[in-house]
């Protein structure tokens, strides 16, 4: 890993967010998820889940640009599982859906431990996930049309929460604990390498002040 790429990987991840993430309900379509993605990686998400229990996790294609390999994508086997597992580490779960007790996407306060709930592509939500929300988001339109393609309003409602975590200095320290920073580091650095270790069950080795490796493995 040349020096330059080190210091980009490190600028990286001092912004990750592991506070913010998206959860995605039976989004099936490659070009959404990939969208969604790509998203998640702009404005500093550390992991993304999905839910997709009848038809698997899509592929991706094109649109991602590369984004999952940036942004890591948990795949949960069920809503109330996924959901349990935030509210552990004291989420608040936001859903995408228009209802009577939905404020705009704007009102909501994404500077707490936020996820990102979003639907399926013509659905929405399911009723049992809107009804587990803790609260109902809605994106302010005025044309014919009342809804939006479900990259679309992740990618609106995520840079609103960027917004207001950069005025918040979110952005302006390292937000990820020092052990998973510096495996992750080593794992988009050198991920042929990483991924020899892992199968060998061999610690990653130390690297150096530019990034280099300072004990390569056999």
């Given at each position: 890993m040349v020096p330059r790429r080190y210091r980009r990987i490190r600028e990286v991840l001092d912004r990750r967010q592991p506070d913010l993430t998206v959860l995605m309900e039976n989004v099936h379509k490659p070009h959404n998820l990939s969208a969604i993605l790509r998203t998640c990686d702009a404005v500093?998400?550390?992991?993304?889940?999905?839910?997709?229990?009848?038809?698997?996790?899509?592929?991706?294609?094109?649109?991602?640009?590369?984004?999952?390999?940036?942004?890591?994508?948990?795949?949960?086997?069920?809503?109330?599982?996924?959901?349990?597992?935030?509210?552990?580490r004291q989420f608040r779960i936001c859903a995408a859906h228009t209802s009577d007790r939905a404020i705009d996407y704007r009102s909501f306060d994404y500077t707490q431990p936020t996820a990102i709930l979003l639907g399926a592509e013509r659905w929405g939500v399911s009723e049992h996930a809107a009804a587990i929300a803790d609260a109902h988001l809605t994106v302010p339109m005025f044309g014919m049309v009342q809804s939006l393609n479900v990259s679309v309003a992740a990618a609106v409602i995520l840079f609103e929460a960027q917004r207001q975590r950069m005025e918040a200095g979110c952005y302006d320290r390292v937000r990820l604990e020092a052990d998973t920073y510096w495996q992750v580091l080593f794992e988009w650095g050198y991920p042929q390498i990483a991924a020899r270790c892992r199968e060998r069950g061999q610690p990653y080795p130390p690297l150096g002040p530019e990034g280099e490796l300072r004990d390569p493995p056999a």
């Open positions: 500093g998400v550390f992991e993304a889940h999905a839910i997709n229990p009848t038809e698997g996790v899509p592929t991706f294609n094109s649109t991602a640009q590369g984004s999952q390999k940036w942004v890591e994508l948990q795949v949960q086997p069920d809503l109330d599982t996924a959901a349990a597992q935030l509210r552990q």
